[in-house]
């Protein structure tokens, strides 16, 4: 089986070059349509296929976005792994504007999205103790450090609803009393469904500022914030392009088991099971249901 790394990138990532034979892919989902056409083609050997998570021109919020369509289609495509790039606030010092951090951990407080693609007439559950890949992270640190990006291995990425940032009392109660260390919108429930639908998963939170909290900074300055997107999103592309001599080409078994992770997760017995439900998990789960 040939590994096909999925590329899910947030704000300032649209698209790279040095993609060989590179065709924006549209693919249809029972879930409906995903954030925009897929961009397909091969770097160095390693297939690649990178989705715009906002869309083109980034039309959908973060609550809009269609996380369900979004692995769905990228399953049907054949991807193994998913690096998801996105950009975040900073709850630490040390985590400064610019650094990277490889998430090992969320704590998810969205509450306007769909969040599994299992339910009534098929029911399942999946862990996410671990809900990152370690393998894929320690390829990702590995690839950061060569570039002599400054990265961090580790963090807990609190996920929010948006549109609007914290306030200063939300950023103080994330950072002190929860622990958190960066705060987003977009990494969940990607990071669950992914695990769905047994992708290897991991995350490049990009710091873009220190969130409400921070007394030398205020509040949260939008133009500062895309300034240091663009200068993040350049330093992203590089990573890309570097990973095609970190990933083998040739799939093998995932030792954190995130290819596996439905073996026993699906609790409703065959014959309960609701036809139409499963037909729609056919890309998602059709190793376990088919």
């Known amino acids: 089986m040939d590994s096909v790394f999925g590329i899910i990138g947030g704000s300032g990532i ?32 390693l297939k690649l296929a990178f989705l715009p998570r906002h869309g ?33 606030g900073s709850f630490r010092e040390e985590m400064a504007p610019g650094d990277f951090v490889i998430v ?51 963090g807990t990425y609190l996920a929010m609803e948006g549109p609007q940032f914290s306030t200063l009392a939300e950023s103080r109660l994330y950072r002190e009393i929860w622990g958190c260390d960066v705060v987003g919108m977009t990494n969940m429930p990607e990071a669950k469904l992914a695990r769905e639908a047994e992708i290897c998963y991991a995350t490049v939170a990009m ?30 592309r590089q990573m890309i392009k570097a990973l095609p001599a970190r990933v083998s080409t040739d799939r093998q078994v995932c030792a954190n088991g995130c290819d596996r992770a439905l073996e026993y997760a699906i609790l409703t017995q065959p014959d309960h099971r609701d036809p139409e439900v499963v037909a729609r998990l056919d890309a998602v789960a059709g190793r376990m249901l088919g």
């Open 14 to 45: 649209y698209e790279f070059d040095g993609l060989k034979n590179a065709e924006w892919t549209r693919v249809s989902t029972p879930w409906g349509n995903p954030s925009d056409d897929i961009l397909c083609g091969q770097m160095d050997g």
């Open 56 to 88: 083109r021109g980034h039309v959908h919020s973060p609550t809009t976005v269609p996380y369900r369509a979004n692995i769905d289609a990228l399953k049907r495509l054949g991807v193994t792994d998913i690096l998801s790039a996105s950009a975040c």
């Open 104 to 154: 090992d951990q969320f704590i998810d407080r969205t509450f306007a999205r769909d969040k599994s693609f299992f339910g009534t007439g098929c029911v399942a559950h999946v862990s996410v103790a671990r809900p990152t890949c370690s393998r894929l992270g320690d390829i990702l640190e590995t690839v950061a450090r060569e570039l002599g990006i400054r990265v961090h291995r580790g």
């Open 207 to 236: 710091v873009t500022d220190y969130d409400s909290w921070h007394p030398d900074h205020g509040e949260v300055d939008v133009t500062e914030i895309i300034r240091t997107l663009v200068s993040n999103a350049g330093r992203m």
